[in-house]
T-cell receptor, first 117, second 111 residues
């Protein structure tokens, strides 16, 4: 079955450490996204990528980095520069802009919950 | 800037009908989407309205009025499993096909 796989599901990090969250999709989607969710909050956009080898900052990119070397993969690194990294991280994908209304349908992974000790 | 407003909480009983409203502010409009998220889970797509009017999908319906920058999600014949958070979302003005989400409405269904 097609979908998005995020790993690890739970991650603990000490202050000052960088961690990388994995996101892999087999939906053949062009666009991929990373969102952060805090308790009682909506989803806030960290980074997005519309095509391989290209990505753009979202609303809260500071302290995060990404890469998009393959269509299927969009890993997120939470760096030590991120002041408050404890959160639920969601990766999503969608067809590209050429898909018309289908571009509005995001498919999400199960999420990665990061806790800083 | 862009913003979406929706109630933070709604409560209802099984079998009832509930309406979750969403007002939005955005410069370029590409439609209003709704997502459902159960506690600790991934958001899942429910509906999308690009044009004014009502879209019906089973027990769920979604309405859009572009002139009022307003939409709602209507849930009928509520079941316990409908207890979840519901988010409205619009396409970002500045981030390609990325969506900007409201803060979500937590629906609690009791027996």
């Amino acid at each position: 079955d097609g979908g998005i796989t995020q790993s690890p599901k739970y991650l603990f990090r000490k202050e000052g450490q960088n961690v990388t969250l994995s996101c892999e999709q087999n939906l053949n989607h062009d666009a991929m996204y990373w969102y952060r969710q805090d308790p009682g909050q909506g989803l806030r956009l960290i980074y997005y990528s519309q095509i391989v080898n290209d990505f753009q900052k979202g609303d809260i990119a500071e302290g995060y980095s990404v890469s998009r070397e393959k269509k299927e993969s969009f890993p997120l690194t939470v760096t030590s520069a991120q002041k408050n990294p404890t959160a639920f991280y969601l990766c999503a994908s969608s067809p590209g802009q050429g898909a018309g209304s289908g571009a509005n349908v995001l498919t999400f992974g199960a999420g990665s919950r990061l806790t800083v000790l | 800037g862009q913003s979406l407003e929706q109630p933070s909480e709604v409560t209802a009983v099984e079998g009832a009908i509930v309406q979750i409203n969403c007002t939005y502010q955005t410069s370029g409009f590409y439609g209003l989407s709704w997502y459902q998220q159960h506690d600790g889970g991934a958001p899942t797509f429910l509906s999308y309205n690009a044009l004014d009017g009502l879209e019906e999908t089973g027990r769920f319906s979604s309405f859009l009025s572009r002139s009022d920058s307003y939409g709602y999600l209507l849930l009928q014949e509520l079941q316990m499993k409908d207890s979840a958070s519901y988010f409205c979302a619009v396409r970002s003005d500045q981030a390609g096909t990325a969506l900007i989400f409201g803060k979500g409405t937590t629906l609690s269904v009791s027996s």
